[in-house]
């Protein structure tokens, strides 16, 4: 049986304790999906939190072994084989996208990705310039297309509020939502307000310094990427007829406590209380989980072939060093992605 390099867990606990390179089979592309030789993926908090054991619970009940696990989301990489049902794409074909729960695995020399996961990738754009995107962009677009019904067709002059315009999901935000010529406000820290308006952001608030609840008022569309005691505050910027969708919210937390039944249960109780709540002023009030869009993936990368997003890059490692990839994500001081290269890339 050929095998393959992958940075396998076979416990949960930190990156330096749990990861190890290790040699398994590589794996078979069942029905509509293709099997990917990777050639760069990126490192998001979700692939830190996952190998400490987040989302545990539901990821046993969709994925076919719990152990081993190989993390990692992002995907850029060349279709060699493809599933008997799969019509998109042929041996050869440079791709781009994400795994999605069931398949997770990018962090490995191949990993077998469904089809409607991906698209083609934009020619002349090398592939860790384009690993740093799918994630943080189909996050955006399950939370503000997906939950919030933003239609990027008619979305020119609404105006959007994004927390944390330095991070991997904010800085991605700004360049789409200007791509659409939206009016876009954010938060970062002091040191990050300029390059952050570089990015095109329109009001750029340090959030040492300056309150963003007495600086924006009545947007169509709050995004938090903050959640916690940032919650209230951002939900009464949306004016009547717009929404608010948070990307922190209990959900994983309640499934790994309660399981699956009773978690699932108390974070629909607390979502339909808040959207209720919200919803008699008039606000849309969603939580949003990242998820693979085939219109998502291929619209964006359509927005970074002809230039109007780049990737925002802290650096590229070869995947060989993960483990410093996750301490550096971990200390909180990475500005844009952190991106993982195979050796021979
Ligand atoms: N629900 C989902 O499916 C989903 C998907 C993706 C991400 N997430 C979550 O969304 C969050 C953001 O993800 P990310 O990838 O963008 O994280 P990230 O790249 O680590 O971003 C962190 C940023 O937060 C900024 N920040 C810290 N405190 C702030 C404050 N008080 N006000 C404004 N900005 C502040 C920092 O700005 P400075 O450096 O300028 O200080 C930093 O740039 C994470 O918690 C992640 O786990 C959830």
Redesign the pocket.
């Known amino acids: 049986m050929a095998t393959m390099q992958a940075w396998v867990a076979r416990d949960y606990g930190p990156p330096e304790k749990v990861l190890r390179l290790d040699k398994l089979p590589i794996p078979e592309p069942q029905g509509r999906q293709v099997l990917v030789r990777i050639l760069a993926s990126s490192l ?3 692939d830190l ?1 996952m190998v400490q054991g987040y989302g545990a619970r539901l990821r046993r009940l969709v994925a076919r072994e719990e152990f081993p696990f190989i993390p990692g989301r992002d995907v850029v990489g060349e279709v060699v084989e493809s599933g008997s049902e799969v019509t998109k794409f042929e041996t050869g074909d440079l791709v781009v996208g994400i795994t999605d729960l069931r398949e997770i695995g990018a962090h490995a020399q191949f990993s077998a990705i469904s089809e409607t996961n991906l698209t083609h990738a934009p020619p002349g754009i090398p592939p860790g310039k384009l690993a740093a995107i799918p ?2 962009a189909m ?1 955006t677009w ?1 939370a503000l297309v997906g939950r919030l019904d933003l239609d990027p067709s008619s979305a020119a002059g609404k105006s959007l509020f994004v ?9 991605f935000t700004i360049q789409w939502a200007k791509s659409l010529d939206m009016k876009v406000s954010t ?3 002091p ?2 307000v300029e390059w ?1 308006k570089e990015l095109g952001a329109d009001v750029v608030m340090n ?1 040492r310094d300056q309150d963003y609840r007495e600086i924006v008022q009545d947007v169509d569309f709050a995004y938090d ?3 916690g005691k ?1 919650e209230k505050g951002t939900v009464a910027l949306v004016k009547s007829g717009g929404g608010y969708v948070s ?3 209990p959900t994983m937390r309640y499934t790994d406590r309660f399981g699956l039944f009773g978690g699932g249960l108390a974070a629909i109780g607390t979502l339909v209380g808040r959207k209720i709540l919200h919803g008699m002023k008039g606000r849309k009030y969603a ?4 998820q693979p869009s085939e219109a998502g993936i291929t619209h964006v990368m359509g927005k970074v072939g002809s230039g109007k997003i780049r990737a925002v890059i802290d650096r590229e490692l070869p995947m060989k060093d993960i483990i410093s990839g996750f301490e550096h ?1 971990a200390s ?4 844009g ?1 952190v991106v993982l290269l195979r050796e021979d890339v």
Do not use: D
């Not at 927390?163 to 800085?171: F, L, T």
């Not at 909180?332 to 500005?335: D, L, S, W």
């Open positions: 998001n908090p979700i939190r994630y943080v996050t399950s927390h944390a315009g330095s991070g991997g999901i904010g800085s938060t970062c820290g040191s990050n952050v959030y990427t903050l959640g940032y990307l922190i919210h939580w949003a989980i990242a994500l909180g001081r990475a500005k992605k």
